[in-house]
């Protein structure tokens, strides 16, 4: 079982900069990013397998994830945000070592934390 939990959600003006923590209770081969607006899906943002990283269209030159293994921390570097970025951000992992953009295969999840972008 692992657990995650994630910090660094808050208020900010469009343009700004935001910076979002998953820290795990274990090693994990999988570090992911979702984000859900209210009445939609939960959709992916970013995630990173061995170093190797990979972005939501949406975020891509804007977002940043990264992690710190000996932390069991995976971070997530919004920048440029805007008012659609609005959302609760979860992160998730899984139990193996397969990448997914799809939620309905992660396994585990923290309680997310909400980003809110005002215009």
């Known amino acids: 079982q692992v657990q995650l939990v994630e910090s660094g959600g808050g208020l900010v003006q469009a343009g700004g900069s935001l910076r979002l923590s998953c820290s795990a209770s274990g090693r994990t081969s999988v570090g992911s990013w979702f984000r859900q607006a209210p009445g939609k899906e939960r959709e992916f943002v970013a995630g990173?397998?061995?170093?190797?990283?990979y972005y939501a269209d949406s975020v891509k030159g804007r977002f940043t994830i990264s992690r710190d293994s000996a932390k069991n921390t995976v971070y997530l570097q919004m920048n440029s945000l805007k008012p659609e970025d609005t959302a609760v951000y979860y992160c998730?992992?899984?139990?193996?070592?397969?990448?997914?953009?799809?939620?309905?295969?992660?396994?585990?999840w923290g309680q997310g934390t909400q980003v809110t972008v005002s215009s």
């Open positions: 998730g992992t899984v139990r193996g070592a397969t990448m997914s953009r799809d939620p309905r295969d992660y396994d585990y």
């Open positions: 990173i397998r061995f170093g190797i990283t």
